[in-house]
């Protein structure tokens, strides 16, 4: 899941349109899953938090400037929304996983590793294979390197991603090695996701294009901030998520590929692509749970897709932070979305995807609640569509931004 993103915290996957386009598209509060007008275990107080708040009273004494955490504006938090007798639907869906789900695991044996794409470290021709491989990669114009940079950066903040499926109520890998199939297909999704971010890091370090150390610090700022993708520990919301950040990975990593054979680079398109494949068969996966969850509770199911939606799908990668650029996700978006990488009309087909992908126009026998929700989402691609052609008309062209990433160069954003 990882994506790479083009539209301000909105949908990746790992990794949605320009940041006038997000300002334009924001400002409705989600219906909560299960009718519940007032949010469950909310945490009052500031929406400006810490990353020091659980250290010793003298650690939060350090003044902001000095400080070496990177503060982060977060929303209200809301936890455990979903009601918990709703938990024992997930119980019950167990050897439905096993049978359904499991099966989109690829054997280890069978499986693509990094290594496979990448010069053999062992072999007599590893200096010549690498020369060719920088060769290739100057043919890459810095926009599209800030993408696959961006990219990798998403892929390799994994750990977060594994931590927020075990924040799901009903799902969790309740031990960090529990035989439950939900358990499983986290672990085993994590473990295939984990090669895309290191295929990725090693070609650009390989490649010589970028400043492999901002990188690094990149990757380790992001991982320490988290993701809030504000899915409430409920596996409805959660599914959902995933579904639409698999597709947009997808996407995104389809795209890079589409535009490295472009550029010359055949070898940098076969990984992308491959990756893209990955992304695929997850989202089949994830795309399948939900499908279950409006067979089993439509109404539960689309009210909870339209709290989603008007929460909008928040990127992965959205507290992403250099040292240096405290706008670092807009900037990468604005050049993903210019350059075609991932945009907000991505954002829109994703949604118009998975309506029909799910019947939801056709879902009957719902509540008032759940008729709402359901006119809400089917009516919503159009409605972003048209948003985003007006927000695209405001944008200011041919404004530039340097990245870190690709020591200072700047590119248009």
């Known amino acids: 899941m990882a994506s790479a993103c083009a539209v301000k915290c909105m949908a990746a996957p790992k990794y949605g349109g320009s940041g006038a386009f997000s300002a334009a598209f924001s400002g409705s509060n989600g219906a ?73 695991l690829k054997p280890v044996e069978k499986s693509w590793q990094p290594q496979d794409f990448l010069p053999d470290p062992a072999s007599e021709g590893f200096i010549d294979d690498v020369k060719e491989l920088r060769e290739r990669s100057l043919e890459l114009p810095d926009d599209y390197l800030v993408c696959l940079v961006g990219d990798m950066i998403t892929e390799e903040a994994l750990p977060t991603y594994q931590t927020m499926l075990n924040t799901l109520d009903g799902v969790r890998d309740e031990t960090g090695a529990s035989p439950t199939s939900w358990a499983v297909w986290t672990r085993m999704w994590t473990a295939e996701e984990n090669r895309h971010g290191d295929l990725l890091n090693k070609y650009l370090y390989l490649c010589g294009r970028v400043d492999m150390r ?50 010359g680079d055949v070898k940098l398109a076969q990984i992308c692509g491959t990756i893209a494949a990955d992304e695929k068969r997850h989202e089949t996966a994830y795309t399948k749970i939900v499908e279950k969850l409006f067979e089993i509770d439509p109404d539960g199911t689309v009210i909870a897709f339209e709290d989603m939606m008007r929460k909008k799908i928040s990127m992965p990668a959205h507290l ?81 931004c340097g990245f870190s990433w690709i020591f200072n160069r700047e590119v248009v954003l």
């Open 32 to 104: 909560k899953l299960g009718g519940s007008s007032q949010p469950v275990n909310s945490v009052a107080g500031s929406h400006r938090v810490l990353m020091t708040a659980t250290l010793p009273p003298k650690a939060k004494e350090v003044e902001k400037g000095k400080s070496h955490f990177h503060i982060r504006e977060v929303h209200e938090q809301v936890l455990h929304s979903m009601p918990p007798q709703k938990i024992e639907i997930f119980k019950s869906l167990e050897g439905w996983a096993e049978d359904n789900i499991l099966i989109h």
């Open 214 to 263: 901002q990188i690094e610090k990149t990757i380790q700022y992001l991982i320490g901030s988290g993701m809030d993708p504000r899915t409430e520990n409920s596996p409805f919301l959660g599914f959902l998520y995933t579904s639409f950040q698999e597709r947009a990975t997808f996407i995104s990593h389809g795209n890079t590929a589409r535009f490295a054979k472009d550029y």
């Open 320 to 400: 992403m932070y250099d040292g240096q650029d405290d706008n670092l996700f807009d900037h990468f978006s604005s050049v993903a979305q210019r350059l075609g990488v991932y945009t907000a009309r991505d954002y829109a087909d994703i949604l118009e995807f998975l309506v029909k992908r799910w019947n939801v126009e056709k879902l009957e026998g719902l509540s008032g609640e759940g008729r709402k929700a359901q006119d809400y989402v089917c009516k919503l691609p159009p409605r972003i569509r048209r948003l985003e052609e007006r927000a695209q008309e405001r944008v200011k062209q041919g404004e530039k």
